[in-house]
């Protein structure tokens, strides 16, 4: 069993600039004891498969917000899937995804049968992200289980 806090990556995708998305997720998620890599703004895909490789990590995070992400995601985590199953973890999604507001239920649909664990959207999306986290057992000695 391990001894260690749970392990975020955080990014978004290449085109994508903004970075307080990635500043805000990184305190919720520390707040509730996780360790977070936030690999800042216009992320390489190859960054993120690498940072996968050596971080042992229990979830990835894609914040995007400059409106690209519904057309970018796609390749982002068609590369993710090739990273080796066992350092493979959960992969959600969150943010402004497109340049005509809030995607609709087909395109969740379609981005989770891809293999997003789970697209958070609109205003409730931190705390249905809060809510997801819950799913991890973070123990007083930072024991993580994955739900
Ligand atoms: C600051 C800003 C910039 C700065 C960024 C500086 C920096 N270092 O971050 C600069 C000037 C660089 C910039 C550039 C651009 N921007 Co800008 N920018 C903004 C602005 C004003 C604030 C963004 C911000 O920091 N918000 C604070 C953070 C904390 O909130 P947030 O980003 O909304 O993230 C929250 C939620 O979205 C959600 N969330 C986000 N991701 C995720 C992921 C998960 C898993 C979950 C659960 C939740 C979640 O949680 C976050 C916290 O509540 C917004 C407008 C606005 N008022 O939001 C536009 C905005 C994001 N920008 C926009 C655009 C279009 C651009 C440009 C294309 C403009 C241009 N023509 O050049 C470029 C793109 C550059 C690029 N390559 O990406 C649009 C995006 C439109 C869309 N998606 O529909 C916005 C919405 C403005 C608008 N209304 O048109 N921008």
New binding site residues.
């Given amino acids: 069993m391990s001894s260690r806090p749970p392990v975020a990556v955080v990014t978004t995708i290449s ?7 990635l ?3 990184q305190l919720v998620l520390e707040e509730r004891g996780w360790q977070v890599i936030n690999l800042g ?2 992320t390489p895909v190859d960054l993120v498969v690498r940072s996968l490789t050596e971080a042992d990590a229990d979830l990835l ?7 690209h992400g519904l057309l970018e995601v796609p390749s982002l985590l068609d590369a993710v899937l090739r990273v080796p199953e066992r350092l493979r973890p959960p992969v ?10 809030e995607i609709g239920d087909g395109e969740v649909r379609r981005l989770r049968e891809r293999g997003f664990a789970e697209v ?1 959207r609109g205003e409730t ?2 705390d ?2 809060r809510s997801y986290l819950s799913g991890f057992a973070v123990t007083s000695t930072s024991t993580a289980t994955a739900a």
């Fill in positions: 085109s994508d600039a903004h970075t307080w998305n500043v805000h997720l703004s216009c995070v894609v914040s995007t917000v400059n409106g959600v999604l969150g943010g402004k995804l497109t340049t005509h507001g958070f999306a931190v249905a992200f």
